[in-house]
């Protein structure tokens, strides 16, 4: 078995080409095939090993898209879940069944078990897949579940609910010798207490919910005064996550690495070690890239983590795919942070560099087979990373939710060694009421360097409209100086960016590059808007084809460009420089390739208007360019310019969203920094303060309405 795996993991991927089979499984299963040169080569799937006829997935968007791609290959029938807005769902469409379960709030559907019990009987589910978050490490569902014998993929009861509770898992973690962070072994009653364990403790704090993961009921504390704030918000978004606001205060170990390893464990007491996971670059406690292996343990290291790992996983009889998290600090000392008791969301990475189906895993454990590997058969073969694509503004705190419908939506598949988890398709809508995560974007090399490239590549090549999104940070993160060279840790995006993320910033042989682009496009949709047909339409008046002099305006400059075009290639002159740009130029097309004297370029124009404004999205970042003839620029002047709104004196929604409270009424004095309300939006509570002193004149919003972006919340005199 062992010299199948390591046949397995020796594959790399490549796009489908020329081979009827290759084209037959991309049809299927192209998002996560391993191929090597003419042959797949993916984890063995025994047709002849029984496990379950039909599995219901208690989740919904790419995670459960992804477990029913696993139960297809194994000849398991699936039935989806969905809420009345998700009827037409990616997951709906892909499973065997599908059975609403209530409306779009998660309270009434995702995590409403009556009705997914319902739902299970319904159907003949003899097995339930939990996927993450939801309902995935909830004790009482695995328990209503074994009381009617249908079978939880994950461990069993006492597992979901030692490690599921941090306040207990923490003291098994001590007990297993694994190294624990000090902190309060109890549950915190009140703001008081928080805050005078904490002064016993020693700022800085981390206050955190009990049954909590996901970043979510999660805050750190600096002093009395956000002891306090922290312990109302996380116990607030605790209740609403996970129905559990209980909290517990440990030591906020400062800059440090998160690492975590993945554990794999059967019921007949053998257990793995999956290597590490890297996933320091977060925002809000939630993670944004991971990688796999961390390019900071040596293999001493990586041993003991991974035996500690296993021995807490034994030490409750765990049986599952399951992670252990950990802090590092910068001697390589480190501590246990949590374990999840579920597969995790940056599993692809693990699946990369081992070659194991971890869901396949799963589900033949839970079915009472025993593992087929032991950990000598377990390797590093390669790198892989993973970029959380989301549906987030990355110019707001690194990324505040956004809603709407994907107008266009292209995944860069044909892009050699990318695979993408998702759960969306053109058309799909982001709403309020779950998460804003758009896919999973993983690629592999033999290396890091050659995984980093194929990141950048399949990035420049993401098509993504009718939402906001985060690829701009993405993209930056992964050719930033310090993470190339691997120097990261979970304070990276703060301490790169600390006056927040503002884009690419052009060097001035990009600069030079984007506006030769831009004017080259300019003129290429000129000269087709003179032909009809393939013929020259009638003009009264001759134009010159061949010489354009233009003025752009980009960000804060102004700047002549001279473009002549031959064919498909067009002579571009800025600050004296000569560039030569050539593409196919298809207009039409979301994506243009282009090269610039030898160098290429995957761009995006995302919008052109008859008035020269064009959108491009370049190396990663939009940029907003106007392009006028010289003629039209020099009338430009004489234009007058819009009124800037005075925004101090009133408060919009940053983002969409529902909100939790108000805490001003009109004719109230309020000071600069104060808060006036609190938005709940994808489960995260958001707190927004006045931005100046004053008496409020009116307020435009109360607790549980709905909210969009820009909507106005509250005046000030």
């Keep these: 078995m062992a010299a199948s795996l390591r046949q397995v993991v020796a594959g790399s991927w490549r796009q489908p080409e020329r081979h009827l089979l290759a084209l037959q499984c991309a049809t299927r299963h192209s998002r996560w095939c391993f191929i090597t040169s003419r042959t797949f080569y993916t984890a063995e799937y025994d047709p002849n090993e029984k496990t379950f006829e039909k599995l219901l997935i208690a989740n919904r968007g790419e995670i459960a898209c992804r477990v029913i791609k696993t139960c297809k290959k194994m000849g398991i029938k699936t039935v989806a879940i969905h809420s009345d807005v998700d009827s037409s769902a990616v997951h709906v469409k892909m499973a065997d069944e599908a059975v609403c379960v209530g409306p779009a709030p998660t309270s009434k559907s995702y995590l409403n078990m009556d009705a997914i019990m319902e739902a299970i009987k319904k159907t003949r589910a003899q097995a339930v897949h939990p996927g993450y978050g939801f309902l995935s490490e909830n004790k009482e569902f695995a328990?209503?579940?074994?009381?009617?014998?249908?079978?939880?993929?994950?461990?069993?009861?006492?597992?979901?609910?030692?490690?599921?509770?941090?306040?207990?898992?923490?003291?098994?973690?001590?007990?297993?010798?694994?190294?624990?962070?000090?902190?309060?072994?109890?549950?915190?009653?009140?703001?008081?207490?928080?805050?005078?364990?904490?002064?016993?403790?020693?700022?800085?704090?981390?206050?955190?919910?009990?049954?909590?993961?996901?970043?979510?009921?999660?805050?750190?504390?600096?002093?009395?005064?956000?002891?306090?704030?922290?312990?109302?918000?996380?116990?607030?978004?605790?209740?609403?996550?996970?129905?559990?606001?209980?909290?517990?205060?440990?030591?906020?170990?400062?800059?440090?690495?998160?690492?975590?390893?993945?554990?794999?464990?059967?019921?007949?007491?053998?257990?793995?070690?999956?290597?590490?996971?890297?996933?320091?670059?977060?925002?809000?406690?939630?993670?944004?890239?991971?990688?796999?292996?961390?390019?900071?343990?040596?293999?001493?290291?990586?041993?003991?983590?991974?035996?500690?790992?296993?021995?807490?996983?034994?030490?409750?009889?765990?049986?599952?795919?399951?992670?252990?998290?950990?802090?590092?600090?910068?001697?390589?000392?480190?501590?246990?942070?949590?374990?999840?008791?579920?597969?995790?969301?940056?599993?692809?990475?693990?699946?990369?560099?081992?070659?194991?189906?971890?869901?396949?895993?799963?589900?033949?454990?839970?079915?009472?087979?025993?593992?087929?590997?032991?950990?000598?058969?377990?390797?590093?073969?390669?790198?892989?990373?993973?970029?959380?694509?989301?549906?987030?503004?990355?110019?707001?705190?690194?990324?505040?939710?956004?809603?709407?419908?994907?107008?266009?939506?292209?995944?860069?598949?044909?892009?050699?060694?990318?695979?993408?988890?998702?759960?969306?398709?053109?058309?799909?809508?982001?709403?309020?009421?779950?998460?804003?995560?758009?896919?999973?974007?993983?690629?592999?090399?033999?290396?890091?360097?050659?995984?980093?490239?194929?990141?950048?590549?399949?990035?420049?090549?993401?098509?993504?409209?009718?939402?906001?999104?985060?690829?701009?940070?993405?993209?930056?993160?992964?050719?930033?100086?310090?993470?190339?060279?691997?120097?990261?840790?979970?304070?990276?995006?703060?301490?790169?960016?600390p006056d927040g993320f503002k884009g690419h910033k052009l060097t001035d042989l990009e600069r030079r590059e984007l506006l030769a682009i831009a004017t080259s496009l300019y003129v290429a949709e000129q000269l087709r808007s003179q032909q009809f047909l393939g013929s020259p339409r009638i003009s009264l008046a001759k134009l010159d084809r061949n010489n354009w002099e233009l003025s752009v305006q980009l960000e804060d400059g102004t700047y002549s460009v001279t473009v002549s075009n031959n064919g498909s290639t067009f002579s571009v002159e800025v600050d004296g420089m000569k560039l030569n740009v050539t593409s196919e130029w298809n207009l039409a097309s979301p994506l243009s390739s282009v090269t610039i004297d030898g160098t290429q370029r995957t761009i995006q124009c995302l919008s052109r208007d008859a008035a020269g404004n064009i959108n491009i999205q370049f190396l990663g970042t939009v940029y907003k360019l106007r392009i006028l003839t010289k003629l039209a620029a020099e009338l430009n002047k004489y234009m007058p310019e819009k009124a800037v709104e005075d925004t101090t004196s009133i408060l919009r929604s940053p983002m969409p969203g529902t909100v939790v409270a108000v805490s001003v009424k009109p004719g109230d004095l309020v000071s600069e920094g104060q808060e006036v309300c609190v938005i709940e939006a994808m489960k995260m509570q958001n707190s927004l303060t006045a931005a100046k002193t004053g008496k409020v004149k009116a307020v435009h919003c109360k607790a549980g309405e709905t909210v969009g972006e820009g909507d106005l919340l509250i005046e000030l005199e």
Aim: charged share 25%; glycine share 8%; proline share 4%.
């Design 143 to 497: 328990r209503r579940l074994a009381s009617e014998g249908v079978t939880f993929i994950g461990p069993d009861t006492h597992a979901i609910q030692a490690m599921g509770d941090k306040i207990e898992s923490k003291l098994l973690a001590k007990n297993a010798k694994v190294n624990t962070i000090p902190g309060f072994d109890g549950v915190v009653k009140d703001a008081d207490e928080a805050v005078r364990i904490a002064r016993e403790i020693g700022y800085p704090v981390m206050i955190k919910a009990s049954a909590g993961g996901g970043g979510k009921g999660m805050r750190i504390a600096w002093d009395d005064g956000e002891t306090r704030e922290g312990f109302r918000f996380s116990s607030q978004e605790a209740a609403s996550s996970f129905g559990d606001d209980r909290l517990l205060i440990e030591k906020f170990i400062d800059n440090p690495r998160h690492i975590e390893i993945q554990v794999l464990a059967d019921k007949h007491d053998n257990a793995l070690w999956l290597n590490e996971r890297e996933c320091s670059i977060q925002r809000r406690n939630q993670k944004v890239v991971e990688e796999a292996p961390s390019t900071f343990l040596d293999p001493e290291t990586r041993r003991a983590m991974g035996e500690q790992a296993v021995a807490l996983a034994k030490a409750v009889k765990y049986s599952s795919a399951g992670t252990v998290e950990f802090l590092v600090d910068t001697n390589k000392n480190f501590y246990f942070l949590e374990m999840n008791t579920r597969l995790q969301v940056e599993h692809p990475i693990t699946e990369c560099i081992t070659g194991l189906d971890l869901v396949q895993e799963m589900i033949r454990v839970a079915k009472g087979y025993p593992l087929r590997h032991k950990q000598a058969d377990i390797p590093i073969n390669g790198w892989a990373v993973e970029c959380r694509v989301y549906a987030e503004d990355p110019y707001k705190s690194f990324g505040l939710p956004s809603i709407g419908r994907l107008s266009q939506y292209q995944e860069p598949l044909h892009v050699s060694n990318v695979r993408v988890d998702s759960g969306i398709q053109e058309g799909s809508d982001i709403s309020i009421y779950y998460d804003p995560m758009i896919s999973k974007l993983i690629t592999y090399g033999s290396d890091r360097a050659e995984a980093l490239q194929r990141m950048e590549e399949a990035l420049d090549n993401y098509v993504i409209r009718g939402v906001t999104h985060n690829i701009a940070l993405l993209r930056e993160v992964i050719i930033h100086p310090r993470f190339v060279q691997g120097d990261v840790s979970t304070k990276f995006l703060p301490d790169v960016y």
